[in-house]
Protein backbone atom coordinates (compact mmCIF):
# COMPACT_ATOMS: atom_id res chain seq x y z
CA UNK A 1 0.00 0.00 0.00
CA UNK A 2 1.28 3.33 -1.31
CA UNK A 3 1.51 6.07 1.83
CA UNK A 4 -2.10 7.58 2.02
CA UNK A 5 -1.22 9.41 5.47
CA UNK A 6 -1.48 13.37 4.90
CA UNK A 7 1.46 14.80 7.18
CA UNK A 8 3.83 12.43 5.56
CA UNK A 9 3.14 13.14 2.17
CA UNK A 10 3.76 17.13 3.56
CA UNK A 11 6.66 16.45 4.73
CA UNK A 12 8.07 16.19 1.10
CA UNK A 13 7.70 19.52 0.71
CA UNK A 14 9.87 20.57 4.30
CA UNK A 15 12.63 21.39 1.89
CA UNK A 16 12.77 24.52 -0.04
CA UNK A 17 15.60 23.79 -1.60
CA UNK A 18 14.47 20.68 -3.65
CA UNK A 19 13.65 20.86 -7.13
CA UNK A 20 11.14 19.15 -8.49
CA UNK A 21 11.15 17.98 -12.06
CA UNK A 22 7.50 18.25 -12.94
CA UNK A 23 4.85 20.44 -10.83
CA UNK A 24 1.60 19.57 -11.68
CA UNK A 25 -1.50 22.09 -10.59
CA UNK A 26 -5.09 20.59 -10.63
CA UNK A 27 -6.26 17.02 -9.50
CA UNK A 28 -9.04 16.33 -12.12
CA UNK A 29 -8.38 13.70 -14.57
CA UNK A 30 -6.18 15.42 -16.66
CA UNK A 31 -3.75 16.38 -13.47
CA UNK A 32 -3.76 12.96 -12.43
CA UNK A 33 -3.34 11.17 -15.36
CA UNK A 34 -0.44 13.89 -16.33
CA UNK A 35 1.07 13.11 -12.57
CA UNK A 36 1.02 9.29 -12.95
CA UNK A 37 2.56 9.65 -16.61
CA UNK A 38 5.23 11.23 -15.06
CA UNK A 39 6.12 9.27 -11.61
CA UNK A 40 6.26 6.04 -14.25
CA UNK A 41 8.69 7.50 -16.33
CA UNK A 42 10.79 8.44 -13.01
CA UNK A 43 10.62 11.96 -12.38
CA UNK A 44 10.53 13.82 -9.47
CA UNK A 45 6.46 14.72 -9.53
CA UNK A 46 4.77 17.10 -7.38
CA UNK A 47 0.58 16.99 -7.64
CA UNK A 48 -1.42 19.91 -5.95
CA UNK A 49 -5.31 20.36 -6.08
CA UNK A 50 -7.02 22.97 -4.36
CA UNK A 51 -10.16 21.01 -3.77
CA UNK A 52 -10.84 16.99 -3.51
CA UNK A 53 -9.20 15.13 -6.45
CA UNK A 54 -11.51 15.62 -9.53
CA UNK A 55 -14.17 17.86 -7.18
CA UNK A 56 -14.85 19.69 -10.69
CA UNK A 57 -15.56 18.26 -13.64
CA UNK A 58 -13.77 14.79 -13.57
CA UNK A 59 -16.93 13.79 -10.83
CA UNK A 60 -19.10 14.55 -13.52
CA UNK A 61 -19.28 13.38 -16.16
CA UNK A 62 -22.19 10.84 -18.00
CA UNK A 63 -20.17 8.00 -16.95
CA UNK A 64 -18.93 6.65 -20.59
CA UNK A 65 -15.40 5.77 -21.92
CA UNK A 66 -16.04 6.22 -25.26
CA UNK A 67 -14.71 6.66 -28.53
CA UNK A 68 -17.65 9.59 -29.01
CA UNK A 69 -20.69 8.40 -31.62
CA UNK A 70 -21.44 12.13 -32.08
CA UNK A 71 -18.01 13.02 -33.18
CA UNK A 72 -18.12 10.46 -35.66
CA UNK A 73 -20.92 12.17 -37.41
CA UNK A 74 -19.10 15.68 -37.33
CA UNK A 75 -16.56 13.75 -39.46
CA UNK A 76 -13.56 14.09 -36.92
CA UNK A 77 -12.77 10.22 -37.27
CA UNK A 78 -9.14 10.97 -35.64
CA UNK A 79 -10.43 11.96 -32.67
CA UNK A 80 -12.61 9.04 -32.74
CA UNK A 81 -9.84 6.60 -33.76
CA UNK A 82 -7.72 7.75 -30.59
CA UNK A 83 -10.61 7.73 -28.21
CA UNK A 84 -11.31 4.09 -28.99
CA UNK A 85 -8.01 3.12 -29.02
CA UNK A 86 -7.43 4.79 -25.44
CA UNK A 87 -11.24 3.03 -24.48
CA UNK A 88 -9.61 -0.31 -25.23
CA UNK A 89 -6.54 0.33 -22.93
CA UNK A 90 -8.97 1.44 -19.89
CA UNK A 91 -10.90 -1.79 -19.82
CA UNK A 92 -7.56 -3.94 -19.66
CA UNK A 93 -5.53 -1.15 -16.75
CA UNK A 94 -8.90 -0.67 -15.13
CA UNK A 95 -11.20 -3.62 -15.48
CA UNK A 96 -12.88 -2.71 -11.77
CA UNK A 97 -14.33 -0.12 -13.32
CA UNK A 98 -14.35 0.23 -17.07
CA UNK A 99 -17.44 -2.30 -18.19
CA UNK A 100 -18.44 -3.09 -21.36
CA UNK A 101 -22.09 -1.54 -21.85
CA UNK A 102 -24.80 -2.27 -24.47
CA UNK A 103 -26.70 1.26 -25.72
CA UNK A 104 -29.44 0.78 -27.61
CA UNK A 105 -30.58 3.35 -30.16
CA UNK A 106 -34.53 3.32 -31.32
CA UNK A 107 -35.70 3.61 -34.88
CA UNK A 108 -38.54 6.05 -35.11
CA UNK A 109 -38.19 6.39 -38.79
CA UNK A 110 -37.75 3.47 -41.78
CA UNK A 111 -34.98 4.26 -43.13
CA UNK A 112 -32.97 5.18 -39.69
CA UNK A 113 -32.11 1.33 -39.06
CA UNK A 114 -29.99 1.00 -41.77
CA UNK A 115 -28.30 4.62 -41.38
CA UNK A 116 -26.93 3.84 -37.84
CA UNK A 117 -26.25 0.40 -38.34
CA UNK A 118 -23.83 1.15 -41.18
CA UNK A 119 -22.44 4.55 -39.29
CA UNK A 120 -21.74 2.30 -36.45
CA UNK A 121 -20.23 -0.64 -37.72
CA UNK A 122 -17.69 1.81 -39.45
CA UNK A 123 -17.18 2.89 -35.98
CA UNK A 124 -16.32 -1.07 -34.88
CA UNK A 125 -13.95 -0.88 -37.39
CA UNK A 126 -11.85 1.96 -36.14
CA UNK A 127 -11.54 0.09 -32.77
CA UNK A 128 -10.11 -3.03 -34.74
CA UNK A 129 -8.76 -5.24 -31.93
CA UNK A 130 -10.00 -3.52 -29.23
CA UNK A 131 -13.40 -3.65 -30.36
CA UNK A 132 -16.05 -3.96 -27.76
CA UNK A 133 -18.19 -5.80 -29.62
CA UNK A 134 -20.20 -5.64 -33.09
CA UNK A 135 -23.14 -3.71 -33.51
CA UNK A 136 -26.34 -4.87 -35.18
CA UNK A 137 -29.71 -4.62 -35.68
CA UNK A 138 -32.41 -5.46 -34.01
CA UNK A 139 -36.05 -6.04 -34.47
CA UNK A 140 -38.65 -4.06 -33.00
CA UNK A 141 -39.96 -6.72 -30.37
CA UNK A 142 -36.49 -6.91 -29.14
CA UNK A 143 -35.94 -3.64 -28.56
CA UNK A 144 -38.66 -3.34 -26.32
CA UNK A 145 -38.33 -6.13 -24.59
CA UNK A 146 -34.83 -4.90 -23.67
CA UNK A 147 -35.72 -1.36 -23.15
CA UNK A 148 -38.76 -1.86 -21.11
CA UNK A 149 -40.77 1.56 -20.73
CA UNK A 150 -40.30 2.66 -24.32
CA UNK A 151 -42.44 4.70 -26.10
CA UNK A 152 -43.93 2.10 -29.05
CA UNK A 153 -45.66 4.29 -30.94
CA UNK A 154 -44.34 4.88 -34.39
CA UNK A 155 -40.97 2.57 -33.48
CA UNK A 156 -40.18 0.40 -36.12
CA UNK A 157 -36.81 -1.40 -34.29
CA UNK A 158 -33.34 -1.20 -32.99
CA UNK A 159 -29.71 -0.75 -33.37
CA UNK A 160 -27.34 -1.79 -30.90
CA UNK A 161 -23.75 -0.79 -30.57
CA UNK A 162 -21.15 -1.33 -27.68
CA UNK A 163 -19.22 1.60 -25.81
CA UNK A 164 -17.81 1.52 -22.24
CA UNK A 165 -19.07 2.69 -19.01
CA UNK A 166 -17.45 3.49 -15.93
CA UNK A 167 -16.93 5.48 -12.59
CA UNK A 168 -15.49 8.98 -12.71
CA UNK A 169 -14.62 9.88 -9.25
CA UNK A 170 -13.30 6.25 -8.44
CA UNK A 171 -11.14 6.32 -11.51
CA UNK A 172 -9.39 9.53 -10.29
CA UNK A 173 -9.34 7.97 -6.88
CA UNK A 174 -7.55 5.00 -8.11
CA UNK A 175 -5.33 7.41 -10.24
CA UNK A 176 -4.30 9.12 -6.95
CA UNK A 177 -3.53 5.95 -5.75
CA UNK A 178 -1.77 4.69 -8.38
CA UNK A 179 0.73 8.09 -8.64
CA UNK A 180 1.42 7.60 -4.84
CA UNK A 181 2.63 4.01 -5.56
CA UNK A 182 4.79 5.77 -8.67
CA UNK A 183 6.18 7.66 -5.92
CA UNK A 184 4.90 10.90 -6.97
CA UNK A 185 3.70 13.22 -4.01
CA UNK A 186 -0.33 13.86 -4.61
CA UNK A 187 -1.91 16.26 -2.39
CA UNK A 188 -5.56 17.86 -2.01
CA UNK A 189 -6.46 21.04 -0.25
CA UNK A 190 -3.34 22.76 -0.94
CA UNK A 191 -4.20 25.87 -3.10
CA UNK A 192 -1.47 27.31 -5.39
CA UNK A 193 -1.47 30.95 -4.99
CA UNK A 194 1.47 32.05 -7.56
CA UNK A 195 3.87 31.36 -9.48
CA UNK A 196 7.57 31.44 -9.11
CA UNK A 197 9.92 33.13 -11.11
CA UNK A 198 13.57 33.62 -12.24
CA UNK A 199 14.92 36.34 -14.89
CA UNK A 200 11.04 35.61 -16.78
CA UNK A 201 11.59 32.02 -16.42
CA UNK A 202 8.94 29.91 -14.25
CA UNK A 203 11.05 28.33 -11.35
CA UNK A 204 8.51 27.16 -9.05
CA UNK A 205 5.15 27.90 -7.02
CA UNK A 206 3.84 29.00 -4.04
CA UNK A 207 1.00 26.75 -2.22
CA UNK A 208 -0.95 27.11 0.84
CA UNK A 209 -2.21 24.59 2.89
CA UNK A 210 -5.90 25.09 3.03
CA UNK A 211 -5.69 22.95 6.49
CA UNK A 212 -3.60 24.79 8.67
CA UNK A 213 -2.70 27.58 6.48
CA UNK A 214 1.12 26.81 6.05
CA UNK A 215 2.59 28.89 2.92
CA UNK A 216 5.17 26.49 1.08
CA UNK A 217 7.63 28.11 -2.01
CA UNK A 218 8.13 24.94 -3.68
CA UNK A 219 11.10 24.63 -6.74
CA UNK A 220 10.30 23.00 -10.10
CA UNK A 221 12.02 22.53 -13.36
CA UNK A 222 8.54 22.12 -15.12
CA UNK A 223 4.85 23.45 -14.23
CA UNK A 224 1.82 22.64 -15.50
CA UNK A 225 -1.37 24.00 -15.25
CA UNK A 226 -4.01 21.58 -15.80
CA UNK A 227 -6.68 23.47 -13.23
CA UNK A 228 -10.08 22.25 -16.21
CA UNK A 229 -11.96 25.33 -16.44
CA UNK A 230 -9.91 27.51 -14.42
CA UNK A 231 -7.06 27.65 -16.50
CA UNK A 232 -7.16 31.25 -17.63
CA UNK A 233 -6.87 32.24 -14.00
CA UNK A 234 -2.99 30.61 -13.73
CA UNK A 235 -2.27 31.61 -17.40
CA UNK A 236 -3.15 35.40 -16.78
CA UNK A 237 -1.22 35.11 -13.77
CA UNK A 238 1.44 34.75 -15.79
CA UNK A 239 0.87 36.66 -18.56
CA UNK A 240 -1.97 39.02 -17.12
CA UNK A 241 -3.12 40.88 -20.63
CA UNK A 242 -3.51 36.91 -21.68
CA UNK A 243 -6.60 36.31 -23.96
CA UNK A 244 -8.86 33.54 -22.43
CA UNK A 245 -7.95 30.02 -23.59
CA UNK A 246 -11.39 28.57 -22.43
CA UNK A 247 -14.75 28.69 -23.30
CA UNK A 248 -16.73 26.78 -20.21
CA UNK A 249 -19.48 24.83 -21.09
CA UNK A 250 -22.64 23.41 -18.83
CA UNK A 251 -23.74 20.22 -18.70
CA UNK A 252 -26.12 18.46 -16.11
CA UNK A 253 -27.88 15.12 -15.33
CA UNK A 254 -30.63 13.98 -13.60
CA UNK A 255 -30.80 10.59 -11.58
CA UNK A 256 -33.99 8.72 -10.91
CA UNK A 257 -35.39 5.65 -9.47
CA UNK A 258 -34.21 2.49 -11.96
CA UNK A 259 -37.87 1.69 -12.69
CA UNK A 260 -38.19 4.38 -15.38
CA UNK A 261 -36.48 2.21 -17.28
CA UNK A 262 -35.38 -1.19 -15.71
CA UNK A 263 -33.45 -3.14 -18.26
CA UNK A 264 -29.59 -3.57 -18.59
CA UNK A 265 -29.30 -1.68 -21.58
CA UNK A 266 -28.49 1.93 -22.15
CA UNK A 267 -31.05 4.07 -24.27
CA UNK A 268 -29.37 6.48 -26.60
CA UNK A 269 -31.31 9.38 -27.91
CA UNK A 270 -29.32 10.96 -30.94
CA UNK A 271 -31.05 13.97 -31.67
CA UNK A 272 -32.49 16.18 -29.05
CA UNK A 273 -34.08 19.65 -30.11
CA UNK A 274 -30.56 21.12 -29.76
CA UNK A 275 -28.85 18.98 -31.82
CA UNK A 276 -27.18 16.61 -29.30
CA UNK A 277 -27.07 12.50 -27.85
CA UNK A 278 -28.71 11.80 -24.38
CA UNK A 279 -28.41 9.05 -22.63
CA UNK A 280 -30.40 6.96 -20.45
CA UNK A 281 -28.40 4.75 -18.65
CA UNK A 282 -28.65 2.30 -15.72
CA UNK A 283 -25.63 3.49 -13.03
CA UNK A 284 -25.14 2.15 -9.15
CA UNK A 285 -29.42 1.00 -9.08
CA UNK A 286 -30.36 4.09 -10.39
CA UNK A 287 -31.08 5.53 -13.76
CA UNK A 288 -28.92 8.42 -14.95
CA UNK A 289 -30.01 10.78 -17.54
CA UNK A 290 -28.05 13.93 -19.66
CA UNK A 291 -26.52 15.78 -20.68
CA UNK A 292 -26.71 19.54 -22.02
CA UNK A 293 -24.58 21.51 -23.74
CA UNK A 294 -24.80 25.28 -22.14
CA UNK A 295 -22.50 27.67 -22.53
CA UNK A 296 -21.99 29.87 -19.32
CA UNK A 297 -19.46 32.56 -18.60
CA UNK A 298 -19.06 31.81 -14.65
CA UNK A 299 -16.65 29.15 -13.39
CA UNK A 300 -17.32 27.17 -10.43
CA UNK A 301 -16.42 24.10 -8.47
CA UNK A 302 -20.18 23.39 -7.71
CA UNK A 303 -21.84 25.04 -10.88
CA UNK A 304 -25.75 25.00 -10.52
CA UNK A 305 -28.43 22.94 -13.04
CA UNK A 306 -30.39 25.66 -14.55
CA UNK A 307 -33.89 25.42 -14.79
CA UNK A 308 -33.85 25.75 -18.38
CA UNK A 309 -31.49 22.89 -18.35
CA UNK A 310 -33.50 20.83 -15.93
CA UNK A 311 -36.93 21.05 -18.36
CA UNK A 312 -34.77 20.27 -21.80
CA UNK A 313 -33.63 17.13 -20.09
CA UNK A 314 -37.14 16.14 -18.52
CA UNK A 315 -39.18 17.15 -21.78
CA UNK A 316 -36.22 15.18 -24.17
CA UNK A 317 -36.48 11.84 -22.00
CA UNK A 318 -40.67 12.03 -21.39
CA UNK A 319 -40.84 11.72 -25.49
CA UNK A 320 -39.09 7.82 -25.55
CA UNK A 321 -40.01 6.37 -22.51
CA UNK A 322 -43.97 5.80 -21.66
CA UNK A 323 -43.67 7.21 -17.50
CA UNK A 324 -41.96 10.33 -17.71
CA UNK A 325 -39.62 11.54 -14.96
CA UNK A 326 -41.56 14.69 -12.93
CA UNK A 327 -39.62 17.21 -10.53
CA UNK A 328 -40.70 15.32 -8.20
CA UNK A 329 -39.10 12.47 -9.22
CA UNK A 330 -35.50 13.23 -9.17
CA UNK A 331 -33.05 12.12 -6.77
CA UNK A 332 -30.44 14.07 -7.38
CA UNK A 333 -29.20 16.88 -10.32
CA UNK A 334 -26.19 17.61 -10.69
CA UNK A 335 -23.77 19.60 -12.93
CA UNK A 336 -20.12 19.78 -14.62
CA UNK A 337 -18.62 22.21 -16.73
CA UNK A 338 -16.15 21.07 -19.92
CA UNK A 339 -13.37 23.11 -20.58
CA UNK A 340 -13.77 23.74 -24.09
CA UNK A 341 -11.03 25.24 -25.96
CA UNK A 342 -12.58 28.91 -26.86
CA UNK A 343 -14.94 28.65 -30.44
CA UNK A 344 -13.20 28.70 -33.65
CA UNK A 345 -14.94 30.62 -36.10
CA UNK A 346 -17.85 28.86 -37.98
CA UNK A 347 -18.92 27.15 -34.58
CA UNK A 348 -22.46 27.58 -34.40
CA UNK A 349 -22.42 26.71 -30.48
CA UNK A 350 -20.08 24.59 -27.70
CA UNK A 351 -21.53 20.98 -29.00
CA UNK A 352 -19.48 22.22 -32.33
CA UNK A 353 -16.47 23.14 -30.29
CA UNK A 354 -13.85 19.95 -31.05
CA UNK A 355 -13.21 17.56 -27.70
CA UNK A 356 -9.33 17.68 -28.76
CA UNK A 357 -6.79 18.62 -26.03
CA UNK A 358 -4.92 21.63 -26.68
CA UNK A 359 -1.27 22.53 -25.44
CA UNK A 360 -0.12 26.10 -24.70
CA UNK A 361 3.64 26.91 -23.46
CA UNK A 362 4.25 30.35 -22.30
CA UNK A 363 7.23 32.81 -22.98
CA UNK A 364 8.35 31.90 -18.95
CA UNK A 365 7.80 28.36 -19.99
CA UNK A 366 4.11 27.64 -17.91
CA UNK A 367 2.69 24.45 -19.70
CA UNK A 368 -1.30 24.75 -20.05
CA UNK A 369 -3.50 21.89 -21.39
CA UNK A 370 -6.85 22.23 -21.82
CA UNK A 371 -9.65 20.71 -23.87
CA UNK A 372 -10.13 16.93 -24.08
CA UNK A 373 -12.43 14.24 -22.35
CA UNK A 374 -11.84 11.58 -19.77
CA UNK A 375 -11.44 8.92 -22.02
CA UNK A 376 -8.35 10.59 -23.50
CA UNK A 377 -6.96 11.60 -20.40
CA UNK A 378 -4.31 9.35 -20.90
CA UNK A 379 -3.15 10.66 -23.98
CA UNK A 380 -3.26 14.04 -22.81
CA UNK A 381 -1.15 13.02 -19.88
CA UNK A 382 1.45 11.57 -22.70
CA UNK A 383 1.75 14.66 -24.35
CA UNK A 384 1.78 16.87 -21.59
CA UNK A 385 4.59 15.39 -20.34
CA UNK A 386 6.40 14.70 -23.62
CA UNK A 387 5.92 18.61 -23.66
CA UNK A 388 7.32 19.34 -20.14
CA UNK A 389 10.76 17.21 -21.30
CA UNK A 390 10.89 19.54 -24.15
CA UNK A 391 10.25 22.67 -22.30
CA UNK A 392 12.36 22.08 -19.36
CA UNK A 393 15.04 20.27 -21.30
CA UNK A 394 14.74 17.26 -18.76
CA UNK A 395 16.30 14.03 -19.39
CA UNK A 396 13.95 12.60 -21.90
CA UNK A 397 12.40 8.55 -20.58
CA UNK A 398 9.97 6.87 -22.49
CA UNK A 399 5.78 6.73 -21.79
CA UNK A 400 5.32 3.21 -19.94
CA UNK A 401 1.48 4.18 -19.25
CA UNK A 402 -0.09 2.36 -22.09
CA UNK A 403 0.49 -0.97 -19.78
CA UNK A 404 0.16 0.24 -16.53
CA UNK A 405 -2.39 -1.37 -14.43
CA UNK A 406 -3.95 1.57 -12.09
CA UNK A 407 -5.00 1.14 -8.75
CA UNK A 408 -7.13 -1.92 -7.83
CA UNK A 409 -6.98 -3.18 -11.20
CA UNK A 410 -8.58 -6.88 -10.95
CA UNK A 411 -10.06 -8.54 -13.99
CA UNK A 412 -13.87 -10.01 -13.56
CA UNK A 413 -15.12 -8.30 -10.57
CA UNK A 414 -18.64 -8.91 -9.39
CA UNK A 415 -20.82 -5.95 -10.14
CA UNK A 416 -23.86 -7.91 -8.19
CA UNK A 417 -21.20 -6.41 -5.36
CA UNK A 418 -21.47 -3.23 -4.86
CA UNK A 419 -17.84 -3.39 -3.64
CA UNK A 420 -16.60 -4.31 -6.93
CA UNK A 421 -15.46 -0.52 -7.32
CA UNK A 422 -12.55 -1.20 -5.02
CA UNK A 423 -11.00 -3.66 -7.07
CA UNK A 424 -8.03 -6.20 -5.85
CA UNK A 425 -8.52 -3.99 -2.38
CA UNK A 426 -11.68 -5.10 -1.87
CA UNK A 427 -10.87 -7.64 0.49
CA UNK A 428 -8.30 -5.73 2.55
CA UNK A 429 -11.51 -3.33 3.02
CA UNK A 430 -13.43 -5.76 4.35
CA UNK A 431 -10.53 -7.08 6.91
CA UNK A 432 -11.10 -3.59 8.87
CA UNK A 433 -14.19 -5.23 10.31
CA UNK A 434 -12.24 -7.51 12.37
CA UNK A 435 -10.63 -4.26 14.36
CA UNK A 436 -14.49 -2.53 14.73
CA UNK A 437 -17.60 -5.14 14.14
CA UNK A 438 -19.76 -2.04 14.07
CA UNK A 439 -18.11 -0.99 11.22
CA UNK A 440 -20.21 -3.69 9.23
CA UNK A 441 -23.31 -2.04 9.45
CA UNK A 442 -25.09 -0.18 6.42
CA UNK A 443 -24.82 3.42 6.75
CA UNK A 444 -28.17 3.58 5.40
CA UNK A 445 -31.28 1.03 5.19
CA UNK A 446 -31.51 1.52 1.48
CA UNK A 447 -28.04 1.70 -0.08
CA UNK A 448 -25.74 -1.03 0.48
CA UNK A 449 -22.53 1.39 1.59
CA UNK A 450 -21.22 0.31 5.32
CA UNK A 451 -19.51 2.17 7.55
CA UNK A 452 -16.26 0.56 7.11
CA UNK A 453 -16.11 2.35 3.44
CA UNK A 454 -15.77 5.84 5.41
CA UNK A 455 -12.97 4.59 7.57
CA UNK A 456 -11.13 3.23 4.72
CA UNK A 457 -12.32 6.61 2.83
CA UNK A 458 -10.01 7.95 5.22
CA UNK A 459 -6.87 5.52 5.61
CA UNK A 460 -6.46 4.52 1.90
CA UNK A 461 -8.43 7.16 -0.29
CA UNK A 462 -7.21 10.56 0.99
CA UNK A 463 -10.41 11.62 1.83
CA UNK A 464 -11.01 14.93 4.43
CA UNK A 465 -14.35 15.90 4.35
CA UNK A 466 -17.81 14.19 4.44
CA UNK A 467 -18.48 15.62 1.52
CA UNK A 468 -15.31 14.03 -0.50
CA UNK A 469 -16.60 10.24 1.26
CA UNK A 470 -20.21 11.16 0.28
CA UNK A 471 -19.44 12.57 -3.50
CA UNK A 472 -16.45 11.10 -4.37
CA UNK A 473 -15.86 7.85 -2.21
CA UNK A 474 -19.38 6.28 -2.45
CA UNK A 475 -21.16 8.12 -4.58
CA UNK A 476 -24.38 8.43 -2.88
CA UNK A 477 -24.62 12.38 -3.44
CA UNK A 478 -25.34 11.85 -6.78
CA UNK A 479 -27.64 9.04 -6.68
CA UNK A 480 -29.66 10.45 -3.67
CA UNK A 481 -29.34 13.59 -2.14
CA UNK A 482 -32.24 13.13 0.49
CA UNK A 483 -30.56 9.94 1.86
CA UNK A 484 -27.04 11.79 1.77
CA UNK A 485 -28.14 14.25 4.09
CA UNK A 486 -29.13 11.22 6.39
CA UNK A 487 -26.31 9.30 6.54
CA UNK A 488 -23.59 12.50 7.10
CA UNK A 489 -24.11 12.45 10.80
CA UNK A 490 -22.92 8.90 10.65
CA UNK A 491 -20.11 9.89 8.18
CA UNK A 492 -19.03 12.59 10.31
CA UNK A 493 -18.90 10.91 13.32
CA UNK A 494 -16.80 8.00 12.09
CA UNK A 495 -14.20 10.45 10.07
CA UNK A 496 -13.92 12.65 13.83
CA UNK A 497 -12.06 9.68 15.20
CA UNK A 498 -9.98 8.71 12.29
CA UNK A 499 -8.72 12.01 11.57
CA UNK A 500 -8.95 12.82 15.63
CA UNK A 501 -11.19 15.66 15.18
CA UNK A 502 -13.97 17.27 17.96
CA UNK A 503 -17.53 17.57 17.78
CA UNK A 504 -17.51 20.93 16.81
CA UNK A 505 -15.95 19.75 13.84
CA UNK A 506 -18.64 17.31 13.00
CA UNK A 507 -21.33 19.51 13.29
CA UNK A 508 -19.82 22.20 10.94
CA UNK A 509 -19.14 19.67 8.59
CA UNK A 510 -22.75 18.14 8.79
CA UNK A 511 -23.95 21.66 8.24
CA UNK A 512 -21.66 22.80 5.64
CA UNK A 513 -22.35 19.57 3.79
CA UNK A 514 -26.45 19.90 4.00
CA UNK A 515 -26.06 23.20 2.48
CA UNK A 516 -23.80 21.74 -0.52
CA UNK A 517 -26.42 18.88 -1.04
CA UNK A 518 -29.71 21.16 -0.92
CA UNK A 519 -28.42 22.27 -4.55
CA UNK A 520 -28.32 18.57 -5.75
CA UNK A 521 -32.05 18.60 -4.83
CA UNK A 522 -35.06 20.40 -7.16
Known amino acids: MPITQRPTLIESLSNPDKIWDIIIVGG????????????????????????????????????????????????DIGLVREALYERGLLLKNAAHLVKNKSFIIPNYKWWSGAYYTIGLTFYDLLAGKLSFGRSKYIPKKETISRLPGINQQGLYAGVVYHDGQFDDARLAINLAQTCLEQGATALNYFKVTGLVKETGKIA?????????????????????????????????????????????????????????????????IPETDDGRVLFALPWHGKL??????????????????????????????GRYITRAPRREDVLSVFAGLRPLAAPQQGAKGTKDISRRHKLIVSASGLITITGGKWTTYRRMAQDTVDKAIEAARLDPRKCVSTTLPIHGNIENADNADHLYIYGSDRDALLDLINE????????????????????????????????????????????????????????ARLMAVELNKDKNWEISQVAAFNELAKGYLL
Not at 59 to 64: H, P, V
Not at 205 to 217: F, H, K, M, N, P
Not at 221 to 247: C, R, Y
Request: aromatic share 6%.
Open 436 to 491: NPAWAEKLHPDFDYLKVEVVWGVRRELARSIEDVLARRVRVLFLDATAAMKMAPSV
Open 28 to 75: GATGLGTALDAASRGYQTLLLEQADFAKGTSSRSTKLIHGGVRYLAHG
Open 288 to 317: LIGTTDTPIDARSLEPRALEQEIGFVIRNI
Open 204 to 268: GISATDLETGLVYQIKGQAVINATGVFVDELMQQDEPHKKKLVAPSQGIHIVVDRSFMSGDDALV
